[in-house]
């Protein structure tokens, strides 16, 4: 039986959820995602999260042990309306959409073991 889908994942871009929900559920602070293409925000799918120094190369290995297609990990600063910059903070960019089926959020899936909805 399918766990039912949290309001706040089911609110986010199919393309991009899956991925968000496997790196929150592994402690991941992520705050910002787009599954990427033309009317959207960004280009390529996209997840951006805070962390210190060595919390992108932590999401990076969360993402390769479940097999998501990450194109880049990216660190980045943001210039805020008063020239001042903002972060830094990360950003992982995907090759693909994820499937548009949920996950559980159970850090230890693959993305075979997902259910299709």
Same mark, same amino acid.
């Not at 210190?52 to 660190?75: C, K, N, Y």
């Given at each position: 039986m399918l766990a039912s889908v949290p309001a706040w994942l089911d609110a986010l !871009? $199919?393309?991009?959820?899956?991925? %968000? !929900?496997v790196l929150n559920a592994s402690g991941v602070e992520t705050f910002e995602s787009c599954e990427g293409g033309d009317g959207h925000a960004?280009?390529? $799918?996209?997840?951006r999260f805070y962390g210190e120094r060595g919390e992108g190369f932590r999401a990076l290995s969360i993402a390769v042990q479940h !097999?998501? *297609? %990450?194109s880049e990990l990216r660190r980045y600063w943001q210039v805020n309306r008063a020239g001042e910059p903002e972060g830094p903070h990360w950003e992982l960019t995907f090759r693909s959409r994820g499937a548009?089926? *949920?996950c559980t959020? !159970?850090?230890r899936q693959s993305p075979?073991?997902?259910a299709r909805a």
């Amino acid at each position: 039986m399918l766990a039912s889908v949290p309001a706040w994942l089911d609110a986010l !871009d $199919p393309g991009i959820a899956r991925y %968000v !929900d496997v790196l929150n559920a592994s402690g991941v602070e992520t705050f910002e995602s787009c599954e990427g293409g033309d009317g959207h925000a960004f280009t390529e $799918p996209t997840i951006r999260f805070y962390g210190e120094r060595g919390e992108g190369f932590r999401a990076l290995s969360i993402a390769v042990q479940h !097999d998501l *297609p %990450v194109s880049e990990l990216r660190r980045y600063w943001q210039v805020n309306r008063a020239g001042e910059p903002e972060g830094p903070h990360w950003e992982l960019t995907f090759r693909s959409r994820g499937a548009r089926i *949920p996950c559980t959020g !159970d850090a230890r899936q693959s993305p075979a073991s997902c259910a299709r909805a």
